[in-house]
């Protein structure tokens, strides 16, 4: 057996209120098309996966995402072009995203080239590009 990709990812978020409008333009603007909209969630498919947020419970409402802890480390996902890692750059400095690192070369496979950023709970994100099969060649 071999899968077929990653069919979504689910993030929850305590600052809904913030995170929901973030992740509407980023999704959107990287072709996603938004599926699932409501007061507690937004899904929005494409590039052969998904992406959702969910609004958090009360209880955690103050508490941001801690990089290291148990869970999730972060999020990548794989742009077409290298070019496009340039361009997305661009367009989370009209967002607002805190930018970890610009676009910059990485030694995790030959050619690789990203942009780490992180929503406004914190959460990392990153856009990389990486050139044919990468480390499957």
Same mark, same amino acid.
């Given at each position: #057996?071999?899968?077929? *990709?990653?069919?979504?990812? #689910?993030?929850? &978020?305590?600052?809904?209120?913030?995170?929901?409008?973030?992740?509407?333009?980023? =999704?959107?603007? =990287?072709?996603? +098309?938004? &599926? #699932?909209?409501?007061?507690?969630?937004?899904?929005? !498919?494409?590039?052969?996966?998904?992406? *959702?947020? #969910?609004?958090?419970?009360?209880?955690?409402?103050?508490?941001?995402?801690?990089?290291?802890?148990?869970? /999730?480390?972060?999020?990548? =996902?794989?742009?077409?072009?290298? *070019? $496009?890692?340039?361009?997305?750059?661009?367009? /989370?400095?009209?967002? *607002?995203? +805190?930018? &970890?690192?610009?676009?910059?070369? %990485?030694?995790?496979?030959? %050619?690789?080239?990203? !942009?780490?950023?992180? $929503?406004?709970? %914190?959460?990392?994100?990153?856009?990389?590009? &990486?050139?044919? +099969? %990468?480390?499957?060649?």
């Amino acid at each position: #057996m071999e899968i077929n *990709g990653v069919a979504h990812v #689910m993030l929850t &978020v305590s600052n809904f209120e913030a995170c929901y409008p973030f992740y509407e333009k980023l =999704l959107t603007y =990287l072709g996603m +098309k938004p &599926v #699932m909209r409501s007061e507690e969630m937004l899904y929005c !498919v494409g590039g052969r996966t998904a992406v *959702g947020i #969910m609004r958090g419970d009360d209880s955690y409402r103050k508490e941001i995402f801690q990089q290291r802890r148990v869970g /999730l480390h972060h999020v990548c =996902l794989r742009a077409r072009e290298r *070019g $496009d890692v340039d361009q997305i750059y661009g367009f /989370l400095q009209t967002i *607002g995203a +805190k930018i &970890v690192h610009p676009p910059e070369d %990485g030694p995790w496979a030959p %050619g690789y080239y990203s !942009v780490l950023f992180e $929503d406004p709970d %914190g959460i990392r994100l990153e856009v990389n590009h &990486v050139p044919g +099969k %990468g480390l499957l060649a």
